[in-house]
Nanobody, 118 residues
Framework: QVQLVESGGGLVQPGGSLRLTCAAS????????WSWYRQAPGKERELVAR????????GYADSVKGRFTISRDNSKNTVYLRMNRLKPEDTAVYYC???????????WGQGTQVTVSS
């Protein structure tokens, strides 16, 4: 069973930056596209960024385009999400999972809380 561990969240002021990290135990990590999702209180989980298996292609939700950057290091089974110019509406728990348009694994990590507030 794959294990997903997200980290790097925290409290940041509007306009600030954070870098999230997702470490996956999946031995075939490099064969999957990987994605970052987020879930705000009272809202459904949404996909915010995705990256192809070798990193050549990326995709972003309109709400984060130009502010967030997804990257990966296949040698470390790790996916990153660099978040710049954060807004209060970015406040959510952030999760990672394999897959380009829908999650591959049924089990999710604990997520990492991002709170953007002054």
């Amino acid at each position: 069973q794959v294990q997903l561990v997200e980290s790097g969240g925290g409290l940041v002021q509007p306009g600030g930056s954070l870098r999230l990290t997702c470490a996956a135990s999946e031995f075939s990590f490099s064969t999957y596209a990987w994605s970052w999702y987020r879930q705000a209180p009272g809202k459904e989980r949404e996909l915010v960024a995705r990256i192809s298996p070798v990193g050549g292609n990326t995709g972003y939700a309109d709400s984060v385009k130009g502010r967030f950057t997804i990257s990966r290091d296949n040698s470390k089974n790790t996916v990153y999400l660099r978040m710049n110019r954060l807004k209060p509406e970015d406040t959510a728990v952030y999760y990672c999972n394999a897959g380009w348009s829908s999650p591959v694994f049924d089990n999710w990590g604990q997520g990492t809380q991002v709170t953007v507030s002054s």
